[in-house]
C-alpha cells in the first residue's frame, strides 16, 4: 500500500472542460492556458488531453519550447517574459508567437535581422496596470512595428484585473477602452479569461485565452465550479497512517493549537505543506475520509496533519483520505486557507505522485 501523497489527474474531466469552453467561446478560436506546469497538473499531460484546443498559451519561452521539443505543432503564445535577443531568437527558430507590452521589447526586435517572421501579440494596458501599452501609446507603437522586417502578424490583446466579480463594473471598462482601439490594423484579437468567457460575451473576440475553468475550478468568487459544470481535474489524495486515542486536554500538533474537549480519536494523515497542502488551513478545514468530512485540528506539519475522527468510528491505518477533488472542492479548501484554487493547484510539489486517469491514447 502507498503512503505517499497521489495527485489523480483526470484526462476526461480536462476533455469535458474543454467542450464546455468551446460550447461557451461559440466561434473564438482557443488558447488553453496551460503556463505554470498545467496549472500544477504537469504540462504534457495537460498538453495531450487538451489536444482539441486551437494553440496553448503558457507564460515563459521554457515552458512553449519544452512543448515544441515534446512534439507539439500548435500555435503556442509566450504571454510574458520574452525580452531578451536570444529570447527573440529561440522564439523565432521555435515558430512561437510572443506578447510584445513594453518598449525595449521595440529595440530588440528592431535588431533582429529578418528571415522567419514572428507573429506578436501587442498588449494593451486596459486597467490592470501590470504589462501592456497604454491607449495614447499604442498607435506609435504600431507604426514602429510595422516597420520592422521581423515582425509578421500583429494581433492586439488585453487581460481582464476584475473578472473573478460579474458584478465588478471594471470588466466592462477594460471591454471597452479595448474596442475604441481600431481593430484594423489587427489580425486578431483577444481579452477573455475564464471569467471573461463564462460571464461577458462581448470579450470573446477572436481567440479566448481560459485557464483555471480548463482544470475544473470556478473562476467567480460566488459561484461554484458545479454549478457552472466544471468537472474537477485534480484529485489530492493520501492515507491515514496512525489513529491516535486522545484524551480531553491533549493538544494536537505544532503550538498545540487544537486541545480535545474529550476522550477521542485522532488520525493522522501522510501529506503536509511539504507536499502542497496549505499550512493555512485552520481547525475545521474538511479532509474527506471513507465519505466522512472531518475536521482538520491542530497545525499542518509538513509531512503530516491531523484530522478529528470522531464521525468515523471505524477508521484506520491506510484508509484513503482526500484532501481535494470531485467530492471535496479545491475552492472550499482554499477559502478556508485563505487563499485561491489557482495557488493550490500550482503549489502541489514534485514529491507527490501523480497519475494519469482516463488517459485517451492518441492516433499516430
Ligand atoms: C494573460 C493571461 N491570460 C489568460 C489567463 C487565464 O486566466 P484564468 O486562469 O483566470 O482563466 C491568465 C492567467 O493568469 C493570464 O495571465
Avoid at 500500500?1 to 484526462?11: G, L, N, R, T, V
Avoid at 461559440?26 to 484546443?53: C, M, P, Q
Avoid at 512595428?145 to 458584478?167: C, F, Q, R, T
Amino acid at each position: 500500500m502507498e503512503f505517499a501523497p497521489q495527485a489523480s489527474i483526470d484526462h476526461a474531466a480536462l476533455r469535458h472542460n474543454l467542450r464546455l469552453v468551446r460550447q461557451a467561446a461559440d466561434t473564438s478560436r482557443i488558447w488553453a492556458v496551460i503556463k505554470a506546469d498545467g496549472y500544477g497538473h504537469g504540462l504534457f499531460r495537460v498538453a495531450e488531453a487538451l489536444n482539441e484546443a486551437d494553440g496553448f498559451a503558457v507564460a515563459r519561452l521554457d515552458e512553449a519550447l519544452a512543448l515544441r521539443q515534446q512534439g507539439v505543432v500548435k500555435p503556442l503564445l509566450v504571454l510574458s517574459a520574452c525580452i531578451s535577443r536570444s529570447d527573440f531568437e529561440q522564439a523565432i527558430a521555435a515558430d512561437l508567437q510572443v506578447v510584445v507590452h513594453q518598449r525595449d521589447q521595440l529595440a530588440v526586435l528592431n535588431s533582429l535581422s529578418s528571415g522567419q517572421r514572428l507573429s506578436i501579440w501587442l498588449k494593451l494596458d486596459t486597467g490592470m496596470h501590470r504589462l501592456g501599452f497604454a491607449p495614447g501609446e499604442l498607435n506609435e507603437t504600431l507604426a514602429q512595428l510595422k516597420d520592422l522586417p521581423v515582425v509578421g502578424e500583429i494581433n492586439l490583446m488585453s487581460h481582464l484585473a476584475n473578472g473573478d466579480d460579474p458584478d465588478d463594473p471594471m470588466t466592462a471598462i477594460q471591454c471597452e477602452q479595448l474596442m475604441q482601439i481600431d481593430p484594423s490594423p489587427f489580425k486578431a484579437r483577444s481579452l477573455a479569461n475564464s471569467a471573461g468567457l463564462l460571464a461577458n460575451p462581448a470579450t470573446h473576440l477572436d481567440w479566448v485565452r481560459p485557464g483555471i475553468m480548463l482544470y475544473g475550478a470556478s473562476p467567480f468568487i460566488n459561484t461554484t465550479a458545479a454549478q457552472l459544470g466544471l468537472q474537477p481535474v485534480m484529485t489530492l489524495s493520501s492515507r491515514v497512517m496512525a489513529v491516535k486515542s486522545c484524551q480531553a486536554g491533549d493538544a494536537i500538533g505544532y503550538g498545540g493549537n487544537y486541545v480535545c474537549p474529550e476522550a477521542m480519536p485522532v488520525a493522522t494523515i501522510a501529506i503536509g505543506y511539504g507536499d502542497g497542502y496549505p499550512r493555512h488551513a485552520p481547525n475545521g478545514t474538511p479532509v474527506l475520509v471513507k465519505g466522512a468530512r472531518l475536521p482538520l485540528v491542530g497545525r499542518v506539519s509538513m509531512d503530516m496533519l491531523c484530522v478529528d475522527a470522531r464521525a468515523l468510528t471505524d477508521i484506520q491505518v491506510g484508509d484513503e483520505a482526500v484532501l481535494w477533488g470531485r467530492e471535496l472542492p479545491v475552492e472550499e479548501i482554499a477559502r478556508q486557507a485563505g487563499t485561491i484554487a489557482y495557488e493550490l493547484l500550482c503549489g502541489v510539489k514534485q514529491r507527490v505522485r501523480f497519475h494519469d486517469l482516463n488517459r485517451q491514447q492518441l492516433e499516430a
